[in-house]
Structure formats: structure tokens, C-alpha cells
């Protein structure tokens, strides 16, 4: 069992950055390949990002390439997502979850946090 917490949401203009943070309870957190996901109003649940559980491949969305890094600390139990040069349309709340082995559709992941707003005025 993982329990998960996102934190680092919030207001930001357009062209400025953010870092998300997931904070994970569990001892085998390390063991997990971790994804971040995000949803507009009235959009499915879409990948942004995923990272193996050792942190040695990350996967990203094309939306987001070159723009956002995934990394993760296992001693930390945490994973973030650093966000720059963000546009109006990466604004969602965005999720973080956990998987057995690493997926790019959200129903491959087992475990979810509640989720962070995050909103990027024009």
C-alpha cells in the first residue's frame, strides 16, 4: 500500500515555472515506477510524465518535452515535477500515482494522491 501527497500547486503567469512535490508513505516506494498525470475541466486524465523506480528513464508527453523534468529521491520517498516556461493550457489539477511497471495510461497506475491545482494566467 502507497499513500501519496502533492504538494507545490498554485498561481503562476504565463512563461514562469513551478515545482510539483509527491511525498509518499510506505517502505517500498522505491520499488514503484511513479507517474504524473493532470486533468482539465471536462478532460480526460492525460500523461505528463513517469519516471522508472530506480530514476534511470523518464518518459514525457509531447506537450510538456523540454519543458518539465520528472526526478525522484527515493531516500526522500518523493518525486517532483519541475515545471518551467508554462502556458495557459498546462493549467489542470495534476496527480501523481504509482505503478508496478511504468505506463503511459492512467488506469496502469495503482495508487493516486488527491491531486494539485495548477493554474497559468495568460
Known amino acids: 500500500q502507497v499513500q501519496l501527497l502533492e504538494s507545490g500547486g498554485g498561481l503562476v503567469q504565463a512563461g514562469g515555472s513551478l515545482r510539483l512535490s509527491c511525498a509518499a508513505s510506505?517502505?517500498?516506494?522505491?520499488?514503484?515506477?511513479m507517474g504524473w498525470f493532470r486533468q482539465a475541466p471536462g478532460k480526460e486524465r492525460g500523461f505528463v510524465a513517469a519516471?522508472?523506480?530506480?530514476?534511470?528513464?523518464?518518459y514525457y508527453a509531447d506537450s510538456v518535452k523540454g519543458r518539465f523534468t520528472i526526478f525522484r529521491d527515493n531516500a526522500k520517498n518523493t518525486v517532483y515535477l519541475q515545471m518551467n516556461s508554462l502556458k495557459p493550457e498546462d493549467t489542470a489539477v495534476y496527480y501523481c500515482?504509482?505503478?508496478?511497471?511504468?505506463?503511459?495510461?492512467?488506469?496502469?497506475?495503482?495508487?493516486w494522491g488527491q491531486g494539485t491545482q495548477v493554474t497559468v494566467s495568460s
Open positions: 500515482a504509482a505503478a508496478s511497471v511504468l505506463g503511459t495510461w492512467y488506469r496502469e497506475y495503482d495508487y
Open positions: 510506505g517502505r517500498t516506494f522505491s520499488s514503484y515506477a
Open positions: 519516471i522508472t523506480w530506480s530514476g534511470g528513464s523518464t
